[in-house]
């Protein structure tokens, strides 16, 4: 079994673009949890264009009302960041190497530049109580390393992955991350995976138990679209066992 840890960052976008307070991340989050979802993810970035520093206030909030689901916050560990991290106290905070202007996540923490920096904020966050996460790419060596320098799990980066879906690419790019996830659990870590996971794609990705968690914004929100959010939720979960 895979838990499923609903990113609500496209709600937070969808809610931004108009000045009102609509769709209401807390509501989504509350229905997405009542479907039986194990957690919930937001990504504030430092323009808060999509999920905002006080959306993790007020989930977190809702979260006391869930004693069995958890809140995950990522982003790139600046100083806003952290300081939020460290008010709202997550169950988890999945550390991401983005630069403010980016996009969205498209690399994982190149750790032989970046454990100096890492140490001590892994450790500042971990004598809180949050679990530590770091997003990887899918490189079996640098597992061992991740966990030396203090974190809990990894998150995979699965866009190579979602990209080989459907194409002869596909039993190399399943080898590569089940091979770097094994090499993360050898480690003493536990494997989180996300980025362009949907419907069709993640099965395969975890039907051999290797992926704790997975966390899924994009796709599920447009897959909502066409299908509703309570069957698209529902639908994730049935496949994640
Ligand atoms: N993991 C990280 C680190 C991310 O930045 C994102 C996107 O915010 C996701 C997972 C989820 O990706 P997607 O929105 O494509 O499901």
Known sequence: MTHLS?????????????????????????RTLDLGAFGITIHPRPDQRHATYQDCHDLKNL????????????????????????????????????????????????????????????????A???????????????????????????ELYTEAYANAYDTDALPELLAQYHGAAQAALDAG???NAGHDLDLQNVEALCETGLIKEVSIGHALTIEALDLGWDNVVKAYLEKLG
């Not at 937070?12 to 509501?27: A, K, T």
């Open 63 to 126: 979260l006391k009302h869930y004693p069995n689901a958890e809140l995950n916050i990522e982003g790139f560990p600046d100083d806003a960041f952290l300081n939020v991290v460290l008010e709202v106290q997550p169950h988890q905070c999945t550390l991401v190497p983005d630069d403010p202007n980016q996009l969205t996540s498209d690399h994982g923490w190149n750790l032989s530049r970046d454990q100096d920096a890492l140490r001590p904020v892994i450790n500042k966050l971990k």
């Open 189 to 191: 870590l536990e494997v």
């Open 128 to 154: 809180q109580g949050i679990r530590v996460v770091l997003f990887m790419d899918p490189d079996a060596d640098n597992m061992a390393m991740a966990k030396e320098i203090g974190a809990d799990r990894v």
């Open 6 to 30: 609903v990113n609500l960052n496209k709600i937070g976008l969808l809610r931004n673009s108009r000045g009102r307070d609509y769709p209401n991340m807390v509501s989504m989050a509350k």
